[in-house]
C-alpha cells in the first residue's frame, strides 16, 4: 500500500504562488494516475488536477486551469502543483491521492488572504 505526504502549503496573498509536492512510499507511482483534491471548510472535497504518471498527460478542473500546473518527478516518486495566481477562494486544504482513492496523504493547508 502507498503512503503519501503532502508539503508545501502555507499562508499566501492573492496573485502569489505556492508549489505542493506529494511524496510517496511503499510502492512505485509509475502505473498510477494521481489526483490533487481540495476541500475548503463547509464544501464538499472536489478534484482540482489530475496527472497520468505513464504519459504525463493532465486534467484540470475549470476553476484553476491556467493557473495550476501538475507534473511528478520519477526519481523522487512525488507529484507536483504549482499553483500560480491564487486566490482566495482557492483557500483549501489540499490533498493527494491515487488512482483508487483508497489511499491519501494527511493535506496541506492553503491559505490565500485578500
Known amino acids: 500500500q502507498v503512503q503519501l505526504v503532502e508539503s508545501g502549503g502555507g499562508l499566501v496573498q492573492a496573485g502569489g504562488s505556492l508549489r505542493l509536492s506529494c511524496t510517496a512510499s511503499g510502492r512505485s507511482l509509475s502505473t498510477l494516475k494521481m489526483y490533487w483534491y481540495r476541500q475548503a471548510p463547509g464544501k464538499e472535497r472536489e478534484v482540482v488536477a489530475a496527472?497520468?504518471?505513464?504519459?504525463?498527460?493532465?486534467d484540470y478542473a475549470d476553476s484553476v486551469k491556467g493557473r495550476f500546473t501538475a507534473s511528478r518527478d520519477n526519481a523522487k516518486n512525488t507529484v507536483h502543483l504549482q499553483m500560480n495566481s491564487l486566490k482566495p477562494e482557492d483557500t483549501a486544504i489540499y490533498y493527494c491521492?491515487?488512482?483508487?482513492?483508497?489511499?491519501w496523504g494527511q493535506g496541506t493547508q492553503v491559505t490565500v488572504s485578500s
Open positions: 491521492t491515487e488512482t483508487t482513492r483508497k489511499c
Open positions: 496527472i497520468n504518471w505513464s504519459n504525463r498527460s493532465t
